[in-house]
């Protein structure tokens, strides 16, 4: 087990030839690190996008200080539950694809969250969809190939009153 520690994100951004001062950062790229839990980003306030795909995580926390986030890459991961967002209003686009997600929930709180990709979680049916009805701002969705079959989730999509896109392909 890889810890991301201090170090290690230091590492990462002389690596990537980013800021040593870490509040500086507007982006940092620690994908497929074999990092389990997402934790010492407190002093990264300053970042806009962060790559952690492709680890171990199960959780989503430590992002709190987080609050410029804009794009937030998670996907490929172990997360089975949407949680520990609420500091980050600005969060454009959210990555979630390739997770064990069963339910969509904790976003109505990200009124700028306008692309949310969910594809390749256990998404099934109305009751783990019906939290979209309250994300007014979702543009662009992605659900294909989780488990959907019940027609009703129909009724979930012509709640959403911006969806422009929409991918269901595989279910």
């Known amino acids: 087990m890889v810890e991301m520690s ?4 230091k590492g990462i951004c002389k690596t990537h030839k980013l800021y040593s001062t870490a509040y500086l950062n507007d982006k940092l790229y620690c994908q497929y ?5 997402i934790q010492n980003l407190d002093e990264y306030t300053g970042l806009r996008c962060v790559w952690l795909e492709g680890n171990g995580f199960q959780k989503i926390q430590g992002l709190e200080k987080c609050t410029e986030l804009r794009t937030l890459y998670l996907h490929e991961n172990c997360i089975d539950v949407i949680e520990g967002l ?8 959210l990555n979630l694809n390739k997770n064990g997600i069963a339910k969509v929930e ?8 306008h692309t949310l990709l969910l594809s ?3 998404l099934e049916d109305y009751e783990s ?9 979702i543009q662009s969705l992605d659900i294909q190939s989780n488990r959907i079959d019940d027609i009703k ?7 959403m009153p911006d969806l422009r896109v929409l991918y269901l392909m595989g279910n």
């Open 6 to 9: 201090p170090k290690a994100l």
């Open 33 to 37: 690190k074999g990092f389990r839990e």
């Open 86 to 93: 609420d500091t980050l209003v600005d969060l454009d686009t």
């Open 106 to 113: 904790n976003l109505s709180m990200l009124p700028n969250l």
């Open 120 to 122: 390749h979680n256990r």
């Open 129 to 137: 969809l019906e939290h979209l009805k309250d994300c007014k701002s």
């Open 153 to 159: 989730v129909l009724e979930v999509f012509q709640a």
